[in-house]
């Protein structure tokens, strides 16, 4: 399914102006980053990209096929970010750019003394329970992932601030870069404990908390009874819950459902009021507003679209 959270549309070179049809660059500089806007015109295989900083890439049109970290390459497409170390080559494919349908991908790069300063000012202010002080950091397991809202939000922002003239433009940079580090670490650190919680359940309060909800997905889950597991009150509950993780708890449960949902309509045989019981949603009408907000499209044109496509694929 094709991601749902576009960035919005950049200008594209004029082109008296292209230097290339391969990865033609547009440079805007700020104080503490570099707003990078390659645009690729034809065909071309194997080419390779290195920044000398930590690299927030987002797609705006086309398709790439990545090369990254020695592991199976992977298609690029709108409405997606990769992430990579400074350093770090980037190998890329355009199996279908042209003239007519270009390739046109952001690059931020951040100074690496601003990404430590941010990351120091996370370790300092949230890590004040030494129960639950962890060394809050950048990680590239996780380094291409579909944009959700507020990253999308983010990444328009600092496009448009960047390529403005604006005399304020570093201030008004900084502030939105800041949030987009932070809840880029924060994305990621929900995704690593919620992987680790499926088999260190006691580990912490964060991997109890979300054991409880991946076990409970199908049941009514009560915000109050969360907030008692993890020994806090309802409002100090919500407040740490998304401090951590950059998302409040009914949002991960919903997200996490629709997830679930995704998974059962793939078969035939459940339709989608079953589907919304099944993943813990008392009212039909309220999953599908919510599965239509999350992907753009309600749950029965979702689950036409798969049989179309597995019905295509035994055809050929």
């Not at 090369?67 to 990769?82: A, I, K, M, N, R």
């Not at 404990?193 to 908390?209: C, G, K, M, P, Y």
């Not at 309802?234 to 950059?246: D, H, I, L, T, V």
């Amino acid at each position: 399914m094709p991601p749902k959270n576009y960035l919005h549309p950049v200008d594209l070179t004029q082109p008296k102006y292209l230097q290339t049809l391969v990865e033609n660059r547009r440079v805007f500089n700020l104080e503490n980053c570099e707003l990078n806007v390659f645009e690729s015109y034809q065909e071309t295989y194997r080419v390779p990209l290195t920044f000398n900083e930590f690299v927030i890439t987002s797609m705006v049109r086309g398709k790439k096929v990545m090369h990254l970290f020695d592991q199976p390459s992977f298609e690029y497409l709108p409405g997606e970010t990769v992430i990579v170390p400074a350093n770090e080559t980037m190998v890329i494919d355009f199996p279908e750019a042209q003239q007519d349908n270009p390739t046109q991908c952001i690059a931020l790069a951040v100074d690496a003394a601003y990404v430590n300063n941010t990351l120091q000012y996370l370790n300092t202010y949230y890590n004040s329970d030494p129960n639950e002080a962890r060394d809050w950091r950048l990680q590239f397991n996780q380094y291409h992932f579909a944009n959700d809202t507020e990253v999308t939000d983010l990444i328009n922002k600092l496009i448009r601030v960047c390529s403005s003239g604006e005399k304020g433009k570093n201030i008004f940079a900084d502030l939105n870069l800041k949030e987009l580090l932070i809840r880029l670490v924060q994305s990621q650190h929900l995704q690593q404990v919620a992987v680790e919680s499926i088999d260190h359940t006691n580990q912490s309060r964060l991997h109890f908390v979300l054991h409880y909800i991946h076990e409970h997905l199908t049941d009514k889950i009560a915000v109050d009874a969360l907030s008692r597991k993890a020994y806090l009150s309802r409002n100090m509950f919500f407040k740490w819950f998304k401090e951590q993780f950059g998302v409040t708890p009914l949002d991960y449960i919903n997200r996490e459902r629709i997830k679930l949902a995704k998974q059962l309509l793939a078969d035939k045989r459940n339709n989608v009021s079953a589907v919304s019981m099944q993943c813990g949603f008392t009212d039909v009408n309220y999953f599908v507003r919510l599965f239509k907000k999350s992907e753009g499209i309600t749950p029965g044109v979702y689950q036409a679209m798969l049989y179309a496509n597995d019905s295509r694929m035994a055809a050929n």
